[in-house]
DNA sequence: CATGAATGAGCTTTCATTCAT
DNA sequence: AATGAATGAAAGCTCATTCAT
């Protein structure tokens, strides 16, 4: 009985700290699918398994909640980041080559692309959003390619190239995908290339575009 | 005084005319800007120049309207895609570079780009939409693409690639451009590589990349 | 025809621009029987013979029309007041039977008690319209009295009393008949004094009390 | 242990048993300085140091809850008020002020003028309230005062006068003041005379006023 | 044709009330 | 007994849409 009880109590403990968490991912997925606006609370509530009160209790309304969702999906990114950042060795190539697939990893068929698209879908009207993204996640990611190409140069092993162009470029068809695959989710999503041979096309085409050897 | 009415009646059938078209362009801002559930019909109306009323001598509802901004918004590019299909000549590789110039031309620094977010963003709660655009842009652009790369490859001026991960790597940094520049139309803009210094590393890098010769 | 249209304008244009005093009429009625927050803003719009969405167009939100109510209430007052402190003439106590009865034909029977009624009710919500209140309206007719009391005597009218007392005793009764009238405007209304000997017992007891002579 | 356990279950006891008039008086505090429908019954719960939960273990609901504040707080009042119709000598002004006194005592400066100001505010929703006050309190007082007033008007102490003017004249600027006071507890309370030099001024008018003798 | 006052469905948010622990 | 997580009815407010002028 006490057992019992205590068993009991630990259940709801444990839903109450696992609430937030299941209302931001519930949150997430529809934000992505229909947008912020046209998201009611009342849906995430139910997909998210409780009542419309019950998201009161853990976000004091819309927005927070918002960004809550944002900062959350954010932070398996923040978090991967770092690791990118990590000892590596090697040439500037495999250096490449290996960051291109660790990113990929992480967003390819996760839903962690929304975060990019809800992003974009809203950045005119969370412009601190949007700059909290550029700050904390393009930047990052820009300077780690940044040096991973500018050293690249600098053993020869890369042609000159303008860097900034070049770490957009690494990254567009990145992005591109995990957004469109996002917003495509419930519509058409047919004719568009293998995953896995997307991916190391991409890197294929760019390490030969950037080779210095010829 | 009957001609000053003439003059006011030819004025008036004028801006009756140009209604549509003012209406559109003013919506699509919007919709842009802020998103279509987030967007009042009142500021469109307002941004255009007239009220709330007449904007529904134009458009049935909300929903018409942004159907019509998109139909209207994709026209130029159909138009434009047409165009790339014409006659031309002079090898793969300056066919492409051609094909990517144009496509820049067209939407790098127009609101252009806005079309793309506005899919993206809507596609969700739109999917009728999102199937016009890819059954009627993108698949016509894949399919220009298509042929151009595999002409290329067929005369050996390739190398042998995945044709359709290479259609999408030719168009992701295009649109991932476009699109996040209408994002951020509002707020931070900073950090992103000079225009034409980007497209240029994007063919040079891309021609290199796809070229048979080393 | 022409003339009819001219018409129907008018008639619009004229509910357009009594619609705020309707509303604010209503508004009076219900808060001063239900109080602030028990009052629904669509049983305010109703009893102005509108919909709910009408009220919005006037007002803001709730806290505004409260807001102009009790504005729009103390005018009258204000006004009033105004017209008292005009020319007089004649002995202080016929000065002060006068200020009095002016008063009272103000309040009595009227909505006017309502006023002070909302205010005292929703002070500990709203403390700037307590203090609107007090700066504008009672300090205004303390100050009028106590000219009365003043001068009545210093030319040995009135014995000497504390002024700023008999300020407060003046006003009590009058007030709090019109308060009491106004709670208890739907439920028991029984058991009280006849107005005018209630008003005139007042001034009768008030005076004598006063009166230096004897 | 054991002896702990003894002495907390005491302490619980003499909570438990205190609980009620605690929430009571929290209640009243609320409802007086917010009115009924603005007061939450988390805060009232939290002002008697307990749970939501547990005023539901005690109060069925609000209004219940509110009823009873009403109920208990018109207590002493009815208390006191018995006390005052018992045994009395002297003249009937000396009666007179003694009753004013005692009534004074009993309001001026506790929070005992919550209560009518709470029936005054809340008349409209509660006409029950509004008439048990009436039929318990108003009338007993008055027939109270009726009687002294009677009395003396017979013994030729008093003028003849209205006797049911004179009654709510004797007790509007008590109530008035206590009111009053309730009302701007949070917000401005300077401007007003003296208590002290008021009842005595209240007092001295009314006695002067009504005195047979000149 | 153009206008903008009016409407009310729909969404966000609050809070009295319940009940498992 | 006491707690506070959960609920959902109810109220404030917005905005697409209508229609008299």
Redesign the pocket.
């Known amino acids: 009985m006490k057992n019992n ?1 205590t068993n ?2 630990r ?2 403990q444990r ?2 700290e696992a ?1 937030p968490a299941e209302l931001i991912a519930a949150a997430l997925d529809l934000f992505v699918e229909r947008g912020f606006a046209a ?4 849906d995430v ?1 139910a997909r998210a398994g ?5 998201l ?2 853990y976000f ?4 927070v909640l918002f960004l809550e969702v944002i900062k959350q999906g954010l932070m398996p990114v923040v978090v991967e980041g770092e690791a990118m950042l990590g000892p590596h060795s090697g040439d500037s190539a495999s250096l490449l080559r290996g960051l291109i697939l660790r990113w990929w990893t992480l967003v390819n068929g996760t839903k962690l692309g929304g975060i990019p698209k809800l992003i974009i879908s809203e950045a005119g009207n969370f412009p601190e959003v949007a700059q909290y993204f550029v700050e904390n996640i393009t930047r990052r990611v820009d300077a780690l390619l940044g040096k991973v190409l500018q050293s690249g140069i600098e053993k020869g092993e890369f042609r000159k190239v303008d860097i900034a162009s070049v770490i957009e470029l690494v990254g567009a068809p990145i992005l591109m995908r995990s957004i469109w695959e996002c917003s495509m989710a419930t519509s058409c999503r047919g004719g568009k290339a293998d995953s896995e041979r997307y991916i190391h096309t991409h890197i294929d085409l760019l390490l030969k575009g950037l080779s210095a050897g010829d």
Chains 1, 2, 3, 4 share one sequence.
């Open positions: 009880d009991e109590h259940v709801r839903r109450k609430r998201t009611k609370l009342v509530a409780v009542s419309k009160g019950t009161y209790l004091a309304d819309k927005e």
